[in-house]
C-alpha cells in the first residue's frame, strides 16, 4: 500500500514538473518551443525567457517580431504595416489582420489586403461584406460605388443596412437617397423609394401614362376617355384637351361636350357647327346628326324636334326657319373671317 502511495506521488510531482517546465501556457504568440539556457541559444531577434537556476527557459521572439516557423526551424520576423516590404504572411498578420497577405513580386512583395475577400480600412484589412449581408462592424460593410464625398461604408446592424432615409441600389453596392418629384437623380430606384410611378430622366418624374399630382407629391393615372375616374383636372387635360375633373369623373366644361379627345362647344341640332364634332353632344345623337353647310342637322330621313332627332319627317322640316336662316348666315361669316 505504500509502495503504490509513492508511485502516485511520483507520478503527480513528474506530470506537475513536465507541465510547468515544459509546456508553459502560450499566453503569447510569440513563445516558441525551442529551449534555452541563456539568450545565445535562441536566434536573432529573441532572448532566453522562463530560465533560472533549476530549468531551461524557451526562446521567445521580441517585442515587435513574429514567430515564423517552417518545420523544426523558426526565425522572429518584423511585425509590419501594410504598405512595408515583406517575406512573409506573418508579418502583416499581427497588425494588419488575419486577412492580411504578403504580395507581389518574388524579389519585391508588400504587406497588403486579400482583395478577393477583404478591403483596407486606415492599416487594417476587413472582411468585405455588401448590404443585407451578415457583418461584425461597420467597416465590414462596404459601398463600391459610392461617389467622392459619400460615406464608404454602410451600418453594421447584424446585417449591413443604410441609414434612415436611404434604400440599397439593385447591386447591393450603394445607400440611394430618396429623391422627390423633380429633383435630380441617378436611376428609377431613388424615385420610386419616394413616389410610386416614377422614373429618373435626370429629375424624378411620373411614368408615361401617368401626370404629377397638384402638390407634386404623387404621379396619378392619367384619363384615356371622358367619364374616366380620376381626383384632379390634371388626369384630364393630359390626354382629353380642355376636360376637367367633375364628380370624380373626366368630363368637360359647361356647354361643351367631349368628342374623341377633346371638349367641343355644344351645338344642338340646327345650332351652327364646323364638323360633326361639334353637334355631338349626348349618346342620344351618334350617328343620328352631322354638321351639313354649317348647321347642325338630323340625317336624311330624319327631323328634330326639342333638338332630339325623329323619324318618320323630312330632314328639310328643321323646325324654326329663323333659327336655319341665322345660324347659316353666321357660319358663313365665319368662314369669311377665317378665309
Known amino acids: 500500500m505504500l509502495v503504490s502511495v509513492k508511485v502516485c506521488t ?29 539568450d545565445k541559444d535562441c536566434n536573432p531577434n529573441a532572448f532566453c525567457f522562463g530560465n533560472d537556476n533549476y530549468m531551461p527557459g524557451h526562446c ?36 494588419a489582420g488575419a486577412l492580411a497577405i504578403c504580395s507581389g513580386e518574388d524579389t519585391q512583395k508588400f504587406c497588403s489586403c486579400n482583395e478577393t475577400v477583404s478591403h483596407r480600412v486606415k492599416n487594417r484589412c476587413y472582411e468585405t461584406r455588401y448590404l443585407d449581408d451578415f457583418c461584425q462592424v461597420d467597416e465590414n460593410c462596404l459601398l463600391p460605388d459610392s461617389q467622392m464625398g459619400e460615406d464608404k461604408f454602410a451600418i453594421c446592424a447584424s446585417v449591413c443596412s443604410c441609414p434612415i432615409g436611404m434604400k440599397p441600389s439593385q447591386n447591393k453596392k450603394k445607400c440611394l437617397e430618396f429623391k422627390r418629384l423633380g429633383h435630380k437623380c441617378e436611376n428609377d430606384i431613388q424615385c420610386q423609394l419616394f413616389t410610386e410611378n416614377t422614373v429618373c430622366r435626370e429629375v424624378c418624374t411620373c411614368e408615361a401614362g401617368f401626370v404629377r399630382s397638384t402638390y407634386l407629391q404623387t404621379c396619378l393615372k392619367a384619363a384615356l376617355k371622358f367619364d374616366d375616374p380620376c381626383t384632379e383636372d ?65 340625317v336624311y330621313g330624319k327631323s328634330y324636334d326639342e333638338h332630339i332627332c325623329l323619324s318618320g319627317k323630312s330632314s328639310t322640316n328643321l323646325g324654326d326657319d329663323n333659327v336655319l336662316i341665322a345660324s347659316i348666315l353666321l357660319v358663313s361669316i365665319m368662314k369669311v373671317f377665317i378665309y
Do not use: W
Open 10 to 38: 511520483f507520478l503527480v510531482i513528474f506530470i506537475f514538473t513536465f507541465v510547468v517546465g515544459d509546456e508553459e501556457p502560450l499566453s503569447s504568440a510569440r513563445i516558441i518551443r525551442p529551449r534555452c539556457s541563456v
Open 60 to 95: 521567445k521572439c521580441n517585442d515587435g517580431f513574429e514567430m515564423f516557423t517552417e518545420g523544426k526551424r523558426y526565425e522572429c520576423l518584423e511585425e509590419l504595416q501594410l504598405g512595408q516590404p515583406c517575406m512573409k504572411n506573418v508579418q502583416c498578420q499581427v497588425t
Open 234 to 298: 390634371a388626369q384630364c387635360s393630359a390626354h382629353l384637351e380642355e376636360s376637367i375633373c367633375v364628380k370624380n369623373r373626366c368630363s368637360c366644361p359647361a356647354n361643351y361636350h367631349g368628342y374623341l379627345v377633346r371638349c367641343r362647344a355644344n351645338a344642338l341640332p340646327g345650332n351652327a357647327c364646323f364638323d360633326t364634332g361639334d353637334c355631338l353632344i349626348f349618346k342620344e345623337l351618334k350617328d343620328k346628326v352631322e354638321c351639313r353647310r354649317g348647321v347642325c342637322s338630323c
